[in-house]
């Protein structure tokens, strides 16, 4: 990791990483910088923390306050006149300001964001940047799923539309691994998820063997591309979400193994700089530091949720923001230490950034941010050949498709 | 829906562009739907920036006219939350800078509806008293920032704006909302108490 600043960035930075409004290889100076030093942290949990309160104060009127503001608003615009929109109003002996304050289309600089309404910007960062449109209905389809699988947990409204074009290569990087293999409790009660992030699935998985419930879903290993498809029909949004996952699956399912396994000597340097979070200090002993595959590394993750009191799965729209921004942000803290092993859920996320970095090519740094986005993913990924090799194909994919040397 | 009469049709399952439509096409009862999807977030905004209820309330009814007016402007494939919570920063904007009664809210005021005063809502149920303290603390801190800081903060934090929208909005580029946002935060923290110097230490 080279890109690991010597000095703090600016508050501005700051805050605008923590609004998910930095793009590119910016963004990823700040995260870095920020993981790792403590004091911006605080910085920016407690301007979180703040807003939070800020944004949670209770209402000060009531509902009857805005039936009779409906009302007084139907009759300015002249609603029982049934007449065109902008007639009635003009009837309207009371001049009201001319409609200048009505926004245009947006602009928007080649280092920001693109905008996208609706999207959750600094509740959930690199979900947010992933997020116009596309990719942030994937993740949300893909919580959603979790949440049909494991029967419990808050059922989120499937996005309204859902993008076809860009899509493919989104789906596909949060297409499920068919390498992993949990063990511990779980292991006798393995459900296999075609789409969604191994952790969470681990997390299902583990909570389910807990529970007892039937594994009616839960057939042979997957044969990934055929198995996928089959499956597809059973639910209208596992329809929506598991399109174009067979690329992926058929693509880790050939297992190819050409990622060396050498330990990245940046992420070793920026392992010994990480300090411990303070939520990490409990978690249980079964994911020793360093942990390989086939550990169960997915305790220790579970357990910071848990502390930060979410749930193994969740919809990223239904829980306390807070408690969502320090879980995440001690989450990192596993991913940097190589103590969450490969975190697949995170090597999606660059994979899908490169995508949406590929899709757009106003993004003056595109090129270079898409190289770098599968750079980052296949350090992630580097304890998991698998994973890892899809990231090294698609890079050299791109590398070709855009005329750079491998 | 409170806000709904009984002789309106129901309207909830219909996208905002479908509304929109509707309302072009002359069936403008149609926007009491759009208002009962926005006029919370509206309200809120508009009593952060403006701060006092008698405002909030003018500013959000002319900025639901303004809308109406403009709708013919409105991209009806895109959410009009964001769209229209511009209007109404604007016309808070507006109202602030026109010099209207500006008296600061009294945290002890009633409430509008005749309720409890803010400072025993802001108790949730079960919240401890340093819970408390701590968000009246906030409450206060947030009242005595400039018109200019808490306006902004209010747009991101209440409005829920991206910073092209703010950007839109105060008609200033991105790079300027991205100062003056943190200019904001700056002073919110210092009125807290949690000083930050304008850049943390360099190493």
Known sequence: MKHVPMQHPSNEDLFAYRDGELAGEKRFLIEAHVVSCATCRELVDGMSGIEADLKSRPDQVGEEYYARMTESVLGKIGAKSAAGAGAGAKSQARAIPAAEDAPRVERRRPDMEPEAEGRRRHLFPWFGVVGAGAAAAAVMVVVVMLAQRQGEWIRAPRPASAPEEPFEDRADSLAEPPEFAPEGPAAGAKQKLEVGALDNKRAVEREEAASGLAKENAPAPPVLGEDARARRSATASEKDAAVETRSANEELARGERQQSQKVDENLVAQKKMSATPQAMQAPSATAAAGDIAGGAPTDEYAAVLRAHGLPPVYDPARVSRDALLKAENDLRYLYMAGRAQTDSARVRLYLAEAARAKADPADSAAVEGVIHHYWRAIRLARKDPAVSAMAWRRLEEYQRETGRAP | ?203
């Open chain 2, 1 to 203: 829906m409170a806000s709904e009469r009984p002789d309106r049709p129901d309207r909830t399952t219909l996208s905002d562009g479908e509304l929109v439509r509707l309302i072009r096409g002359g069936e403008v009862d149609a926007f009491a739907e759009l208002m009962r999807r926005t006029q919370r977030a509206a309200y809120r905004l508009a009593r952060r920036i403006t701060r006092r209820h008698e405002d909030a309330d003018d500013v959000v009814q002319d900025a639901y006219v303004k809308a109406f007016r403009a709708l013919d402007r409105f991209e009806s494939d895109r959410p009009f939350g964001p769209w229209f919570l511009t209007i109404v920063s604007r016309t808070a904007l507006t109202r602030i800078r026109d010099g209207a009664r500006r008296a600061a809210e009294s945290l002890d005021a009633p409430g509008y509806d005749g309720g409890a005063p803010l400072s025993e809502r802001v108790a949730d149920p079960g919240q401890d008293a340093e819970a408390l303290e701590r968000r009246l603390r906030i409450e206060q801190a947030m009242a005595s920032l400039s018109d200019d800081h808490r306006a902004i903060l209010a747009l991101r934090v209440e409005g829920d704006l991206s910073y092209a929208q703010i950007a839109e909005t105060l008609n200033v580029p991105v790079g300027t909302v991205m100062s003056r946002l943190a200019r904001a935060r700056e002073a919110l923290l210092a009125a807290l108490g949690e000083v930050r110097t304008m850049e943390p230490p360099r190493s």
